[in-house]
């Protein structure tokens, strides 16, 4: 008989205990299988991809090492400095990572900061930025536009991380990108987190990674049903181009996508 495997719990990782306080709170009993095995090479220092589909908990497994990582600077650091930048494809996307990094690092007070640039209030974010926070979430773009106009300065930072890495040159971002990885010190930690290795990643990873580990959950090909949502919008046949066009235009679907039609006629009216 098979001994069961013993799973790395997470005050087996060296965590702050403020940071196990507020995995606690979040009623987070053990780590998922992605969180296991990223978070100590993680706290390593080793580069990383993150190849897990949404929902294994790939937010925490670079988030929790990354608030460790800057807790452990701050012990000596005599300096305010902007530690970890975490580049998203979308506005919604950053402010599902920011808000997450808040909820993990919620015991730590004032001790680490974290400010999102994905939102349009561009004057209330260059006065956040003078305060330098710890962490800055943002769309590449967003991200570019700040650094060319002088309004924060990346020569500290100590990690890198590009999440849904697979979509952010699919959504246009691969200029803004590679520009701004100029802007960064020439010494860094880089975590690309992905559901798929795409050749857009691949490229990714030749410019910031050096010798990563890649990590691949194995996952069922069918998504547990636990994992989906579905929703009915009933319409009339001549308004379904122009709910489909918003669903699209204001990124309410992300990913890829599969539309069904019942003929032909009906797919050109869609395209």
Same mark, same amino acid.
């Given at each position: 008989?098979?001994?069961?495997?013993?799973?790395?719990?997470?005050?087996?990782?060296?965590l702050?205990?403020?940071?196990?306080?507020?995995?606690?709170?979040?009623?987070?009993?053990?780590?998922?299988?992605?969180?296991?095995?990223?978070?100590?090479?993680?706290?390593e220092?080793?580069?990383?991809?993150?190849k897990?589909?949404?929902?294994?908990?790939?937010?925490?497994?670079?988030?929790?090492?990354?608030?460790?990582?800057?807790?452990?600077?701050?012990?000596?650091?005599?300096?305010?400095?902007i530690?970890?930048?975490?580049?998203?494809?979308?506005?919604?996307?950053?402010?599902?990572?920011?808000?997450?990094?808040?909820?993990?690092?919620?015991?730590?007070?004032?001790?680490?900061?974290?400010i999102?640039?994905?939102?349009?209030d561009?004057?209330?974010?260059?006065?956040?930025?003078?305060?330098?926070?710890?962490?800055?979430?943002?769309?590449?773009?967003?991200?570019?536009?700040?650094?060319?106009?002088n309004?924060?300065?990346?020569?500290?930072?100590?990690?890198?991380?590009?999440?849904?890495?697979?979509l952010?040159?699919s959504f246009?971002?691969?200029k803004e990108?590679?520009?701004?990885?100029h802007?960064?010190?020439?010494?860094?930690?880089?975590?690309?987190?992905s559901?798929?290795?795409?050749?857009?990643?691949? #490229?990714? /990873?030749?410019? +910031? &990674?050096?010798?990563?580990?890649? %990590? *691949? !959950?194995?996952?069922?090909?069918? =998504?547990?049903?636990?994992?989906?949502?579905?929703?009915?919008?009933?319409?009339?046949? #001549?308004d /379904?181009?122009? +709910? &489909?066009y918003?669903?699209?235009? %204001? *990124? !309410?679907?992300r990913?890829?996508? =599969?539309?069904?039609?019942?003929?032909?006629?009906?797919?050109?009216?869609q395209?």
């Open positions: 008989m098979m001994e069961e495997r013993k799973i790395l719990q997470f005050h087996e990782m060296e702050d205990d403020r940071i196990l306080k507020a995995i606690s709170k979040l009623g987070w009993t053990e780590p998922t299988l992605i969180q296991e095995a990223a978070i100590p090479l993680l706290l220092g080793k580069d990383v991809i993150v897990a589909r949404t929902g294994s908990g790939k937010t925490a497994a670079f988030a929790l090492p990354l608030i460790q990582k800057i807790l452990n600077t701050k012990m000596s650091a005599t300096e305010q400095c530690s970890a930048l975490v580049l998203a494809p979308s506005k919604e996307l950053c402010q599902q990572t920011r808000v997450a990094i808040e909820q993990m690092s919620e015991n730590c007070g004032k001790v680490l900061r974290v999102d640039l994905s939102s349009s561009v004057v209330a974010q260059r006065h956040v930025l003078s305060e330098r926070p710890d962490v800055v979430v943002s769309t590449p773009a967003k991200m570019l536009n700040h650094l060319q106009a309004a924060l300065n990346l020569k500290n930072i100590e990690t890198l991380v590009v999440d849904e890495a697979d952010v040159f246009g971002f691969e990108f590679k520009k701004i990885v802007y960064l010190p020439p010494i860094y930690q880089a975590v690309l987190v559901a798929t290795i795409t050749e857009e990643v691949i #490229d990714i /990873k030749s410019i +910031i &990674l050096k010798n990563p580990v890649v %990590l *691949r !959950l194995e996952e069922p090909e069918l =998504v547990p049903e636990q994992q989906l949502s579905h929703q009915r919008i009933i319409a009339e046949e #001549d /379904k181009p122009a +709910i &489909l918003a669903l699209l235009k %204001l *990124r !309410l679907i990913g890829k996508n =599969v539309i069904f039609v019942n003929s032909v006629d009906r797919c050109y009216k395209v």
